[in-house]
C-alpha cells in the first residue's frame, strides 16, 4: 500500500514540470522553497558583510578625526582624499548602512531565509502557494540590493539624508551631493524592495493559511511559524503605506509638486515649491518605520522561542501566552508610530496618547522575556551554538528594551532624541538581538538547509567574541548620548564639551573591528561546512518539528511519500512517562500511551475513555 | 488513482492562490489609505482641501465602471451554467467598457487641467487627486490583463475548473477596483 501512495505522489512531483532539472532551474531560477531560502540567506550575508564594513569606515572617522589613513584612499579614492573620509561620504556611510542593515539584512534576509525555509517544512507543504511568485520575490530583492549598490558608483555617491530620507533632503536634488543620483537610485531600489517583500509576505500568508498538513491546527503550529506569520501580516499591512509615502516623493523630486516641501531658500533663491509638509512625510514613513522595527524583531523572537525549547529539552514556558504577545505587539505596532515624532511639535495630547501606546509594547515584550527565562529555568540545557545565540537574543533583548522606556517617554526624548542613547537603544534591541536571533536560526537550521553540520568550536568562539564586542560597542554609547552627543555627526570634536567622548570612541572603534574579526569565524565556517561539513543526521537536534522528519537529501516536494500527518504540539519534551525526552509531533498518543495527560485529548471523550481503560490495565506496581 | 490525486492538487493549489489575490486586495487599499490619511491631515492642518468642483465627466466614468462590474458578474454566472459563449460576451463588455474608462480619466484629467488645475501644483490636495486616480488607473491596467486572461482561457477552451479559477481572480479584482474608485470618487467630492 503505502509502495502505491509513494508512486502516486512521486508522479505528482513531476506533474509540475520540474522533471529535467538544469544547472539553471536547480540553482538560479530555482522555484523550490529550500533552494530560494538559501539565495535570501547567502545574498543576505553578503550584505551585511558590506555593511558591517560600511560602518567600520564611519567608525574609523569617529575614533580618529584628525588621523590620515593613506590606505583610504586607495580604495575609497576622491571619497577619503588625503586618507581622511569625506563629510558627504560619511553620511552616505551611516545612510547605506542603517538601509542595508534594516531592510536587506534583517528584513530580506531574515524573513525571506526562514519563511521559505521553515513555513512550507513546519507546517507540512511541499512548497509555497506560489513557487512563481516566491522566486519573483527573490529576484526582486537582488536586482533591489545590486541597485543600491550601484548608487557607490556614481559621481555624487550614494543617499545621505539617513535611512528614514526626511524630506527637504531626500526631495530637493540639488540639496546635497547624496541627495542627486544617489537618492534616485535608492528610491527605485527601496520600490522593488518593497515589491520583492510584498510578494514574498502575501505567499507566506496564503501558504500558512491554506496549506497546512492534516493535524495541524493553528494551535498547533510551532512558535516560528506564528511569528513569521504574523510578521508577514504587519508587512502586508505597513509597506503599502511606504510605498505611497515614496510615489509622493518622487512626484515632489522629479515633477515639482509640493507634497512635502514649502519655504525652501537656495542662498538667494526661493524654491517655487508651497504648501507642503515634511511632518507629512515623517507620519508616512513612521506609519511603515514602527511595524517594520517588529518585522526585524518578531521573526527572531520566533527562532529563538523554538529554538530555547528545544535545547532546554523542556515545553516553551506559556506557548498560548507567547502567540498572544506576538498579536499584542502586532496590533500595537501600528498605533506607536508618533514616539518617532515627539520633538516635531505635535501636540502634547496626542504625544501622550501615543507614549502610553509605546509602553504598553513592554507589556507583551516582557511576557517574551520571562517566558523564555521561564523555560530555561531548571531545564536540560544543551548549549549548541544555536542555543547560546538564542539566549544572546534574550540578553539583548533586556538590554535593549530596557532603554525603550525611557525613550518612549515624551518628556525623556526630548533630550535623548537624535542622539547616541537612541542608536544605542535600537542597535541592542533590534539590531544585536535580530542578528543573534537570525545566527541562531543558521546554525540551527544549517543541517537542514546543506545536510552537514557546522563546526561547533569556530562557533563557540564567534559567539562569545560577538557578545562580548556587541556589549562593548553599544553599552558605552549610552553614556555619550545622555550627554547629548547626537548621532550622525561627522566631526563632533569641534564642540568643546563632546571632546571628552574621544577616548570612548577609540574604545568603541576597537570593540567593532574585533567584532568585525570574529565574524570571519562564521564566514569561514559557513562556506567551508557547506562542502566539507561533518555529514549531518536526519535529526541532529533531535527536535519535535515536521521538518525533521523530511530525507538529508533534498527533494522537490520534501517528503518521499505522503505529507506526514501531525497529532500533537510541537514542544513535547521531557515528558513525563514518555520513552525519550522528545516526541515528534507526527507521534500519535496511540504509540504514547504511557506518557499521555488528560488534556492532550482536547475533550475528546472516545479518546480519553481508552487512555483510562489503558491505566487501568497497566497500573504501575506499588511498593 | 494517480489522475484524482492530480485533480485534487489542482483544486488545493487554487484556493491559496485565490487567497493572494485577496491578500493583494488588502495591501491595496492600504496603499490608497495612505493617500488618503495624508490628504486628511493635509486638509486639518492647512485648512484647505482641493476646493474644486470635479469634472462632471469622472460621474459618467464612474457609472461606465459600474456597468463593467455587472456585466463581468453576469460573465461568471454564465461561466457557472456553462455557456462559453455568454461568458466570452459578457467579458468583451467588461474589456470594452474598462477602456473607455481609462478614456474618461484621461477626458477628466484634460478638464482639469484647462481649468488650471494642473499636477504641479502649490496646493497638495489637487496634485494627490491626479495621484489617487493615476495609480487606480494603473490598477485598471492590471485588472484589463485579468479579463483577457480570462477570455484566452475562454478561447483555448481551459476546463471548467481553471476557467473558473480565472473568472474567480478576475471578478475579485475588478469588483475591488471598481468600489476602490467609488471610494475615491466619494471620498474627494466629500472633502473638496
Known sequence: MSTISLHDTHHDDHGHGHHHETFL????FSQDHKMIAKQFLITGIIMAVIAMLLSILFRIQLAWPDKTFPLLETFLGKWAEGGRIKPDFFLALVTIHGTIMVFFVLTAGLSGTFSNLLIPLQIGA????SPFMNMLSYWFFLVACIIMMSSFFVQTGPASGGWTIYPPLSAVPKAMPGSGLGMTLWLVSMVIFVASSLIGSLNYVSTILNMRTKGMDLWKMPLTIWALFLTAILGILSFPVLVSGVVLLIFDRSFGTSFYLSDIVFGTEILPNEGGSPILWQHLF????????????????GISSEIISVNSRKPIFGYHAMVYSLIGITVLSFIVWGHHMFVTGMNPLLGGVFMITTLIIAVPSAVKTFNYLATLWRGNIRFTPAMLFAIGLVSFFISGGLTGIFLGNASLDINLHDTYFVVAHFHLVMGSAAIFGMLAGVYHWFPKMFGRMMNPKLAYLHFWLTFICAYLVFFPLHFLGLDGVPRRYYAFTEFEFMNKWLTVNV??????????????????NFFYSIFRGKKATQNPWEANTLE?????????GNWPGEIPAVYR??????????????????????ETMSSNLPHDFEGNEEAERIQKEWEAANKPVQE | MVSTIQQENISLNFKPKKFLVWLFVVSSTIMFGGWTSYYLVFMASKGKGHGLVLPEVFTYSTGVLLISSISLFLAARALKTGSRNKQRMFLWVTFILGIAFGVMQFQGWTSLYQTG?????????????????GVHLLHIVAGLAFVLSSLIGSYKNVSQEVAEYRQDITSIFWHFIDILWIYLYVFLLLNS
Do not use: C
Open chain 1, 569 to 590: 504540539w510541537p514542544y513535547d519534551y521531557s515528558k513525563p512517562g514518555a520513552d525519550q525526552d522528545f516526541i515528534l509531533q507526527t507521534t500519535p498518543f496511540s
Open chain 1, 548 to 556: 525533521w522528519t523530511t530525507p538529508v537529501e533534498h527533494l522537490h
Open chain 1, 25 to 28: 532551474t536547480k540553482y538560479v
Open chain 1, 507 to 524: 574604545f568603541v572603534t576597537w570593540s567593532a573591528i574585533i567584532a568585525a574579526l570574529a565574524q570571519v569565524a562564521f564566514l569561514f
Open chain 1, 286 to 301: 513612521w506609519f511603515l518605520g514602527h511595524p517594520e522595527v517588529y518585522i526585524v524583531i518578531m521573526p527572531a523572537l
Open chain 1, 126 to 129: 511541499r512548497d509555497m502557494a
Open chain 2, 117 to 133: 488645475a494642473v499636477l504641479v501644483n502649490n496646493n497638495a490636495a489637487i496634485s494627490m487627486i491626479y495621484v489617487v486616480s
